[in-house]
């Protein structure tokens, strides 16, 4: 596989609801938890008790301030490997470890052929590719691959672990080229949307916006019944309405 | 972009060796080549060991180099596996060169292979313009300029070793000059026209389109995902402030065209050749690295916008 | 060229066993299955089956390797040999520790058993060590909730039994409108993002108070950026819309509140303002339709809200009901009168309100189920108010928390929307009587050597007669809890221990053993005292606080000042218990507890706490610890604790598989196989409860016999809902000159004003007591979702996410003082001042600065590297609140808290800001480094699980 496949079989990825996401780091550190001992480990740490601690993660949370004028709203925002159906990170790889694999469209790294040229992160628009500088190869999200597919686990386990463990519900995974999925109809439904689309890469993942809050049925204002009390304060009209209510 | 030593190395030395190689390539193929095969033979091997160690360190960067042999293998779309292998099929005429010239081995082959050696010459540096060329990532490489300059720059610094070698082992010929001011001045007009050009870009994509909202309005980044920076932000965020660019520029219009160009002027109008061209060679060399570093280290990367960029 | 896909191993098997465990890398104690793989954790995820977190994990949950194989982690027991906050250590036997440890404690319980003070931080064995306390005799014991969060939990407990801390839940399945009072993380860590998620997929609304807007408020439909400490403003404001617009529930205040009883109007009168009462005892309503006087127990459904009734004695006496009204429809409660003070528009105060009460009436919900009321009345549907509210130390942590606790309280009782569908939901064993039937102990007459304490040491007063004086009014606790200091602190004053004894006010003591608290850095009021105190030396050159024992199972800032070291476990290596006769999991459906059991084997020379609190009691020959000839109780340690002790027959710590087979539950024999049931069942036990003991189960009949033959309630009578408080009324009657004990000349008007026995607002104490316009802002902190105090900045992981912290300034604040992101500034206080660097934002009320908590160090602890950015760029709010308040005429400095409660007022921080030069590049104060003990060296690197990959191949 020289190249991108023609098509995939599935196109497998992740839905984040960016509505709900309250930017709880519990996806980063599952994943780094997971991963760090699955496909891809190690996932190294380098100075991990010092000075300048950093380390290899497939997935972090940044947190944005949108103004529009208004009232500031925070954003919590999650990112990993998107990935994409047509990625130069792919295609860039002179060894062929990057690949979309035919079946799913996971985007993977062979950790085994990988010669650590860090071309491919270079050509991800999405900062989404971690080098693992001990461990001498790229490093990023494999979708889980393998979760999604282990026969040793239970079924309804079957997910990413960031899915899996992400407490608000905010992450969703399934097949985005299924219409019927739930992904694909929360993604409808909400109008889900693709970062950066203007690039070209065509994502796989995608983000359900922040909802616009619905009031409940815009309230009319209770008009209070008006008393005959000698005052006529709010004091008299609600002993009144009390009375009157329990009569 | 991070500017890595050993990649600005790479691209420097062995874009100077396949400069050289080309030059030397086409004199022999014309026969306008003077001196003898000696001069020949060490002549290509001096661009054979700049290109050989250029290689080699960019094998230093990789994690691991023992697999570098993987890298061959993706030529079909990858312009870093294409540039491995033109550099290798380099070397088969390159090298059957040098033996011929090493044992004096007379033959009509040499001129196809000198033509093969200029070609091979010249695909590489396009490869290795194209690596960055190609990238979309970065729009002050992904720029159509870049692997002219790269070629240019490689044509620029070879035709000066070329005329320094000739210079101080023979003479300078004429055209040897003509060439030496020639590349520069081609490949300088096209490097401050470049610079024009990416300076007055701003960048076509937003902080606002990396995140996918512009309907929230300006976005800004409140708290990043880690305290320390990581690998994106570290290979991915180097910058260079203003006004050092600035001053680094002004450095390599100077060392890497001014002087260069100066310096052979007067190699042809007062003489003493080898001193002038040593000169220019040294310059040259601090000039093409300075603007190798400037290369990477102004480069902007999209994935920047997630981490502050407003624009890239 | 075309190389084959590679074939992935997607099968592989995750590790080579799974054991089911409770986490605690905080204190919400999720159900988590750790996978292990040749002996090592493989993999930590959440137990779908788990009453509270349903399978979902935090972000520290999910990093609990790094937690549990920290280079912090403490290596065996360890004397002290150099000064104290030196850290040189030696470290010595199991053996000698606790006989060391026993002869100080033996002889101290031997002359005065005072001069223990026992405080426990993060503790979640109260029962365990609230019992030991007991039996050991002295009246210096309480965990941290003092410092936490007492506010909520004496609010609501002395409103309507049950509290927003831990005790209750908004019901996410139904709730359609959702308020979040002044919360960043909480302790129901994953049930809040579970259910928020919820609310969010069901289309409620969520509105949240809260100054600064992240997190939960980031994801709120409303933010309200709410000025701190005016929360009971703005929530009396939306009482008054409430009764300015006539949208109260009347039927649901007749049947569950004390809103008809009525209230003696006699000023002067020692019994003005409490509650009329029948020769019973009862409080009196006006029945309507017996047309005169009945019990306000009967529940009387005529019972009235209005009117005043002239008593029997010819007094007037006025329903609960007009007293509010009066309160909050006076002017001083309408939202164009808070605007300016809340900094919330009157428009959207008085459109919330209306939203609210749309919410409550018109969305009602009804589901059609059988219940029995307290009285004994069917029901065939239960009516559910579909607003939620949740409050936590945004409320809590300011001096007038208990107040502002109650005022929200009053306002979900107005709209009918505690225990009812879509509302608020207690968990099991909630609700409890109001106030509790738990009274304090440890009056100072009481104390005598060798004597245990005649009952638990901590309550709720009823009034001046349940202080712990002495004679002379003075404090009968170190921590002056329940004196007139601060008459209803029910979880004791934590933060003022340390400063006390050292100041022996109101006396020395000799040891002061500690667990689980970080009180040597950023738990304490005033860390710099809080140093000095713990180092202090009288003048022979002795420690004023002679000796001091600390558990802790890392090397944290406070393990440097203690004397003796008790090393812990892990959470991943001990036994635990998390029982319904403390803090409960419960969730509003089901009653529930848990335990936890060693997964892994310690490496070091370590062990449990309660275990080493086991043995150091029968060494002490600590009744209740020991046989009658002398032998241990319980030689099995911990576990044989868990499984044998009975508080009362049949009620043990654990409520599951209860009796010889386990074959009941709640109330039973001991199970010598109930900690294998445990284990079996996912190291939980639940039992949900029945659909129609669900709801309303502070008066439903069925709940409440339930409770009672579960042991999990005490009174057959239903919870009656304290919208006035006549306990505090009392408190209040004293100060004004009645009965034998009133408080000190001094704290009578203290006493007077804030003992309102309906809820009001006043302004933060120290606010009224330092220059507002020298220190115009107001100051606070926010809990990280993926730390937990100081614990997590060991975490390999989690620190790379939060290394240093940030002041966050609003951009105006940015503006006027010139400072943009990462600039340094000094932020002071009329206490003290720190150097630190800001972060500009928007979404933060104006006149507020915040950070996030915990994350500064002290250099040397925590295996961290003296370069760590923890130590060097990351503060401490902490250095700037003062413990004490600001002189009052007379000279006495009261303890920063709430004079009610005497909860630590954290948030009341006033500061200026002004910028800095960067100079040296790091915070001030800048502490030298504490000794490292013999702590092994942290590792320059991590390749965690590289090992698992060697492994695979
Ligand atoms: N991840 C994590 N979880 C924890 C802890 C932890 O350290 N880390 N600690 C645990 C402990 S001990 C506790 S007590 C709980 C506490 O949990 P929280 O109650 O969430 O405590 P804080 O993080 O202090 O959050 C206080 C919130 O109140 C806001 N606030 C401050 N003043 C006011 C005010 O006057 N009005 C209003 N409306 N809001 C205000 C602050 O902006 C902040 O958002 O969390 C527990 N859970
Ligand atoms: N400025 C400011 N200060 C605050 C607050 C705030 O909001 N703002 N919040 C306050 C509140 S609400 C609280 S509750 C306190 C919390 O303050 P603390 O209760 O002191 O909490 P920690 O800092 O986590 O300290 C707990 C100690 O327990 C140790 N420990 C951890 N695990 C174990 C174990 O398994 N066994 C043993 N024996 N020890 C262990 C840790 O190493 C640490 O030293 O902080 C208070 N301080
Ligand atoms: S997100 Fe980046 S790494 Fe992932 S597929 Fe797209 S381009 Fe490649
Ligand atoms: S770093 Fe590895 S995966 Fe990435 S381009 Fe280089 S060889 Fe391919
Ligand atoms: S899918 Fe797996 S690898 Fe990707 S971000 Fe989620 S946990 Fe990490
Ligand atoms: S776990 Fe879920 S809520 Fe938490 S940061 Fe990730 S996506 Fe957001
Ligand atoms: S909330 Fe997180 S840290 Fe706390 S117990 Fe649950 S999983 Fe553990
Ligand atoms: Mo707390």
């Not at chain 3, 010595?92 to 426990?120: C, H, M, N, Q, Y």
């Not at chain 3, 006699?266 to 009329?276: E, M, N, S, V």
């Not at chain 3, 069942?681 to 069925?702: L, Q, S, T, V």
Request: aromatic share 10%; hydrophobic share 40%; charged share 20%.
């Amino acid at each position: 596989m020289t190249t991108l496949p023609q098509s995939t079989g599935k196109k497998l990825g992740l839905v984040i609801d960016l509505d709900i996401c309250v930017g709880c780091q519990s996806c980063a550190t599952s994943c780094k938890e997971w991963n760090t001992g699955g496909y891809s480990a190690p996932l190294s740490d380098h100075d991990p008790y010092g000075g300048d601690p950093s380390g290899a993660w497939l997935n972090r949370i940044h947190s944005y301030e949108f103004d529009d004028g208004q009232q500031a709203k925070t954003v919590h925002f999650p990112r990993s490997c998107l990935h994409c159906e047509e990625p130069d990170c792919v295609t860039v790889c002179p060894t062929g470890a990057s690949y979309k694999r035919e079946e799913d469209g996971i985007v993977l790294v062979n950790p085994d052929t990988c010669i650590g040229c860090k071309l491919c992160s270079w050509a991800c628009p999405y900062g989404a590719r971690e080098y693992d500088y001990d461990d001498g190869v790229m490093k990023k999200c494999t979708l889980c691959v393998d979760r999604i597919y282990n026969e040793t686990i239970p079924e309804e386990d079957r997910v990413p672990a960031c899915v899996r463990s992400c407490p608000t519900g905010a992450r969703a995974f399934g097949d985005l080229d299924d219409p019927t999925s739930d992904v694909s109809k929360s993604v409808i439904a909400r109008g889900g949307f693709n970062l950066l689309d203007e690039f070209g890469y065509k994502p796989t993942n995608k983000y359900l916006p922040p909802r616009k809050a619905e009031v409940p049925a815009a309230p009319v204002e209770r008009q209070p019944e008006q008393v005959a009390a000698p005052g006529n304060t709010a004091i008299e009209k609600l002993f009144s309405w009390v009375d009157k209510a329990l009569s | 972009m991070h500017p890595a030593y050993s990649v600005i190395f790479f691209t420097t030395a062995s874009g100077a060796g396949y400069g050289l190689l080309f030059w030397l390539s086409l004199a022999e193929a014309v026969g306008a080549m003077p001196g003898g095969r000696w001069l020949s033979f060490a002549i290509i091997a001096v661009a054979l060991t700049l290109i050989s160690l250029g290689l080699l360190s960019s094998t230093l960067h990789l994690g691991h180099p023992e697999r570098a042999i993987g890298a061959f293998l993706q030529w079909r779309s990858s312009w870093l596996s294409r540039e491995g292998v033109a550099a290798v099929l380099t070397y088969i005429p390159a090298g059957l060169l040098a033996l011929m010239w090493l044992f004096n081995i007379e033959s009509g082959l040499s001129s196809i292979l000198a033509i093969l050696s200029a070609v091979g010459a010249a695909v590489t540096v396009y490869c290795t313009g194209m690596i960055y060329g190609s990238l979309r990532t970065i729009r002050q490489w992904s720029h159509h300029l870049v692997p002219l300059i790269y070629l240019g720059f490689a044509a620029a610094t070879g035709a000066l070793l070329f005329g320094f070698s000739l210079a101080i082992c023979v003479s300078l010929p004429m055209w040897t000059t003509l060439l030496i001011l020639v590349t520069t001045v081609t490949a300088a007009v096209m490097k401050i026209s470049y610079w024009k050009q990416v300076d007055a870009d701003p960048g076509q994509y937003t902080r606002e389109m990396a995140l996918g909202m512009p309907h929230l309005g300006t976005a800004r980044p409140l708290d990043p995902p880690h305290s320390r920076p990581n690998f994106v932000m570290r290979e991915m965020g180097y910058s260079v402030a203003r006004n050092h660019a600035e001053k680094l520029r002004t450095l390599t219009m100077v060392t890497l065209m001014g002087a260069p160009i100066v310096l052979t002027l007067l190699a042809m109008l007062i003489g003493l050749t080898g001193l002038w061209l040593a000169l220019a060679v040294i310059a040259a060399g601090v000039g093409i690295v300075t603007e190798r570093w400037l290369f990477f280290a102004e480069a902007e990367h999209v994935s920047q916008l997630y981490y502050g960029a407003a624009r890239a | 060229m075309n190389i084959q896909q590679p074939k992935v191993e997607t099968s592989a098997p995750v590790g080579d066993e799974v054991k089911q465990t409770t986490c605690y890398m905080c204190a919400c104690r999720c159900g988590i299955n750790v996978h292990l793989k040749d002996g090592k954790v493989r993999y930590i995820e959440g137990n779908r089956d788990h009453p509270v977190n349903k399978g979902v994990l935090c972000g520290k949950g999910a990093s609990g390797i790094m937690q549990h194989y920290s280079p912090a982690r403490l290596q065996s027991p360890m004397k002290r040999v150099g000064p104290r906050g030196s850290g040189q250590f030696e470290a010595i036997s199991w053996e000698e520790a606790l006989e060391t440890a026993t002869e100080w404690l033996g002889t101290v319980r031997k002359s005065d058993p005072k001069k223990l003070a026992f405080f426990t931080g993060r503790d979640q064995s109260q029962s365990l060590t609230g019992l030991w306390a007991m039996k050991y005799g002295t009246q210096n014991f309480a965990a941290h909730g003092g410092f936490c969060s007492v506010n909520m939990a004496a609010g609501g407990l002395y409103t309507f039994g049950g509290a927003f801390w831990e005790f209750g839940d908004p019901d996410w399945d139904y709730s359609k409108y959702f308020m979040l009072f002044g919360v960043a993380e909480d302790h129901a860590s994953n049930p809040i993002k579970i259910g928020m998620g919820k609310l969010k997929n069901n289309g409620a609304k969520i509105v949240s108070i809260n100054p600064v807007r992240t997190g939960y408020n980031a994801i709120a439909d409303e933010w309200v950026g709410i000025r701190p400490g005016t929360d009971a403003l703005f929530a009396g404001a939306l009482i008054h819309e409430l009764f300015r617009t006539q949208q109260v529930d009347l039927d649901y205040l007749i049947r569950y509140t004390n809103s008809p009883w009525l209230v003696i109007q006699d000023p002067g009168a020692a019994d003005d303002g409490l509650f009329a009462r029948d020769e019973d005892g009862n409080p009196l309503v006006w029945s309507r339709d017996a047309e005169g006087f009945a019990s306000g127990k009967a529940g009387d459904l005529s019972a009235s809200l209005t009117g005043s009734r002239t008593l029997a004695d010819g007094r007037t006496a006025r329903p609960v009901f007009e007293l509010m009204a009066e309160r909050y429809l006076d002017e001083e409660y309408s939202p164009v009168a808070v605007a300016e003070k809340t900094g919330i528009p009157a428009d959207q105060i008085s459109r919330i309100a209306a939203e609210l009460a749309h919410v409550a009436f018109k969305e009602e919900i009804v589901i059609e189920r059988e219940w029995t009321d307290a009285w004994g009345r069917k029901h065939d549907k239960l009516i559910g108010r579909p607003v939620s509210m949740h409050a936590m130390r945004g409320i809590s942590a300011h001096s007038n928390g208990f107040q502002t606790c109650r005022m929200i309280h009053i306002l979900q009782i107005l709209l009918g929307s505690i225990d009812c569908p879509g509302g608020f939901r207690y968990k099991p064993p909630y609700p409890k009587q109001t106030p509790p039937n738990l009274l304090p102990h440890g009056a100072v007459q009481d104390i005598k050597p060798e004597l245990p304490l005649g009952g638990p040491h901590l309550g709720f007063p009823h009034g001046p007669q349940h202080l712990l004086i002495d004679d002379d009014g003075n404090p009968s606790r170190i921590d002056k809890a329940f004196s007139w200091d601060a008459p209803m602190s029910s979880h004791g004053l934590m933060h003022m221990v340390i400063n006390n004894a050292a100041k022996k006010d109101p006396y020395g003591i000799d040891v002061m053993f500690m667990y689980m608290a970080n009180m040597a850095w950023n738990s304490s009021m005033n860390t710099p005292g809080t140093l000095d105190a713990l180092t202090a030396k009288d003048e022979n050159g002795e420690y004023v606080i002679p000796k001091i024992i600390y558990s802790d199972a890392y090397y944290s800032e406070t393990v440097a000042f203690a004397d003796l070291i008790l090393p812990d476990t892990t959470y991943l290596e001990r036994w635990d218990c998390i029982s319904l006769l403390d803090r409960p999991i419960s969730e509003a459906e089901m009653m529930a507890d848990s335990i936890r059991h060693p997964v892994v084997e310690p490496d070091r020379d370590v062990r449990g706490f309660q275990t080493v609190l086991i043995d150091l009691g029968a060494r002490l020959g600590l009744p209740g610890f020991t046989k009658d000839d002398g032998t241990p109780l319980y030689p099995g340690g911990y576990p044989d604790y868990i499984v044998n002790h009975e508080r009362k027959p049949g009620i043990g710590p654990l409520a599951g598989w209860r009796g010889k087979d386990g074959e009941t539950f709640g109330v039973g024999e001991p199970n010598q196989n109930q900690l294998d049931r445990y284990i079996e069942n996912g190291a939980f036990f639940e039992h949900k409860i029945a659909p129609e003991h669900a709801y309303f189960r502070h008066a439903n009949r069925g709940y409440i016999d339930w409770g009672i033959e579960k042991g999990i309630r005490m009174s057959p009578d239903p919870t009656i809902f304290q919208l006035y408080s006549e306990p505090v009324q009392r408190f209040r009657l004293a100060a004004q000159g009645h009965g034998d004990r009133q408080p000190p000349a001094r704290a009578k008007d203290r006493i007077e004003t804030h003992f309102d026995p309906l809820p009001f607002w006043y302004a933060p104490l120290e606010e009224t007591m330092v220059d507002t316009n020298t220190f115009p802002l107001h100051a606070i902190t926010q809990r990280p979702m993926h730390m937990y105090h100081s614990w997590g900045s060991q975490n390999a992981w989690l620190r790379q996410i939060t290394a240093e912290n940030r002041l966050y300034i609003h951009t105006d604040v940015g503006k006027s003082i010139g400072a943009k992101d990462d600039d340094w500034v000094w932020l002071s206080s009329h206490h003290g001042r720190i150097k630190c660097q800001v972060r500009l934002m928007d979404g933060v009320n104006p006149h507020t600065v915040w950070t996030w908590n915990a994350i500064g160090k002290r250099r040397g602890a925590w295996g961290l590297d003296d370069d760590a950015p923890e130590s060097n760029r990351g503060f401490l709010l902490n250095h700037l609140i003062s413990e004490l308040l600001p002189e009052r005429e007379g000279g006495y400095r009261y303890s920063n808290s709430d004079p009610i409660t005497g909860q630590a007022a954290w948030f009341d921080l006033r500061v200026a800001i002004e910028k800095a030069e960067d100079g040296a590049g790091h915070t001030e104060p800048f502490y030298e480094p504490i000794g490292t003990g013999n702590q092994p060296a942290s590792p320059e690197k991590l390749a965690y699980g590289k090992e698992f990959r060697k492994a695979k191949s």
